[in-house]
C-alpha cells in the first residue's frame, strides 16, 4: 500500500473513532459499535497480528458491556424506584421500536413514557410514576457516563494498537 494511503486511511479510522467516540452524546448512537467496527477495519486493512488480536477481543468485550449498560443501568434504576418489571421491558421494547421508526429521538422520547404510561396504570399514582421515570433517565445519564468512558478506554487501546 503506498505511504499516502496508509495515512489516508489512518486519519480516516481516527476520525471514525472519534466521531464514534462524540457520538455517544446523543442517546441512542451506537457510537461503540462504530469506534469497534472502525478497528475491524484497521485490522483487516493493517493486519492484527499478536498485539492486534489481544486488544480488538480486549475491543470486542469492551463494546459488548458498553452496548448493554443503556438498559442495565436504566432498567436497574427504575427496578429501585419500584418500577415493575413489565413496565421497563415494555420501556425498553418502546425505545428500540420507536428509534427505529423515528430516529434520533424516537426511543428518547417513547421510552419513558412508556414507563410513565405503565406505571401510572398499574399504580395510579401520578408521583410515583414520575418518581420512576425519573429514575430511568438518571440510568440514561449514568449510561452515558459508563459508556464514554468505555470510549475513551477503547480509542487509547486503539491508539497503542496503532502506534
Known amino acids: 500500500m503506498p505511504h499516502w494511503l496508509e495515512v489516508v486511511t489512518h486519519v480516516l479510522i481516527t476520525l471514525t473513532m472519534l466521531v464514534g467516540l462524540f457520538g455517544l452524546v446523543i442517546p ?34 469492551l463494546m459488548v458491556i458498553a452496548a448493554l449498560a ?7 434504576k427504575a427496578r429501585d424506584k419500584g418500577a415493575s418489571w413489565l413496565s421497563i421491558i415494555l420501556a425498553l421494547g418502546a425505545g428500540v421500536l420507536f428509534t ?14 412508556v414507563l410513565f404510561v405503565s406505571e401510572y396504570l ?33 480509542m487509547i487501546l486503539w491508539l497503542i494498537w496503532a502506534a
Open 100 to 113: 427505529l421508526i423515528f430516529p434520533p429521538l424516537g426511543g428518547i422520547i417513547a421510552a419513558p413514557l
Open 122 to 154: 398499574r399504580l395510579k399514582d401520578h408521583g410515583k410514576a414520575l418518581e420512576v421515570m425519573r429514575a430511568l433517565l438518571a440510568g440514561w445519564g449514568w449510561s452515558f457516563v459508563v459508556r464514554f468512558g468505555i470510549g475513551i478506554i477503547m
Open 70 to 76: 443503556d438498559n442495565v443501568l436504566m432498567g436497574a
Open 28 to 61: 441512542i448512537f451506537p457510537g461503540n459499535v462504530v469506534m469497534w467496527v472502525a478497528a475491524l477495519i484497521y485490522g483487516l486493512v493493517f493486519g492484527f497480528g499478536t498485539k492486534g488480536v489481544i486488544i480488538f477481543i480486549l475491543l470486542t468485550i
